[in-house]
């Protein structure tokens, strides 16, 4: 299990937020532009700690949490412990004006759903079925001809991805970001949620943990 995930809600939020800021683009361009990054972040740091799996890579993505909070803490490019204030809500897309918490409600929703279906669209297609055996048993799914590194490594880019699209939201919510927000607890109470919803339901499990953990 990683618990690098709030590393990678971080880079999706600065990643969004510089290119707001400094580039001056839109939310609309810097949340597809920011997922993608982390993406390709996670697919690099994924190729090398992917190779150790088991405890090995559950305390290597802890630490890489905490190794991100601290370089963007120490780095005046990312606005140091003090962060970077003044990030552009969403522009308005005909009508809807986003200056309430419920147009961030519904936008987050939207949001929710679409990665509901990508990943219910990826559970039931055979990467799916992969992942589901390397889970029963990854020593059966090698010998079956599955490359466990290929598919962990899938898995691992597309997880962290969908973190980074979270961070953006978040960077733009709040107008704001600062180190401390993406603390190791984020990464622990994420798994929090798949563990009490149940691990083996892969889109409802996490979001009735997540109900379960906010209550």
Known sequence: HSLGAG???AI???GS?????????SFWAALPLSTIITGIVA??????????????????TLLLAHVVIQATGQMEFFGGWSGIIGVETPD????????????FYYLILFLLLLTAL?????????????????????????????????????????ASSAAGMVGSFYAHYFQMITPEAFGGW?????QLYAVLGGLEFYILGPAVGAVIMTF
Do not use: C, D
């Open 7 to 9: 590393a990678f809600y």
């Open 12 to 14: 999706g939020a600065y």
């Open 17 to 25: 937020t510089l290119l707001s800021t400094r580039l001056g683009l």
């Open 43 to 60: 697919l690099a740091i994924g190729s090398i700690i992917v190779r150790h799996p088991g405890m090995a890579f559950t305390i290597i």
């Open 92 to 103: 308005p897309v005909g009508p809807i004006q986003f200056t309430t918490k419920i147009s």
């Open 118 to 158: 990508v990943f219910h669209a990826l559970y039931t297609s055979r990467i799916g079925r992969v992942w589901r055996a390397i889970k029963l048993s990854p020593p059966l799914a090698e010998t079956l001809g599955i490359n466990l590194y290929r598919y962990r490594l899938l898995a691992f880019t597309i």
């Open 186 to 190: 984020l990464s622990i109470y994420i």
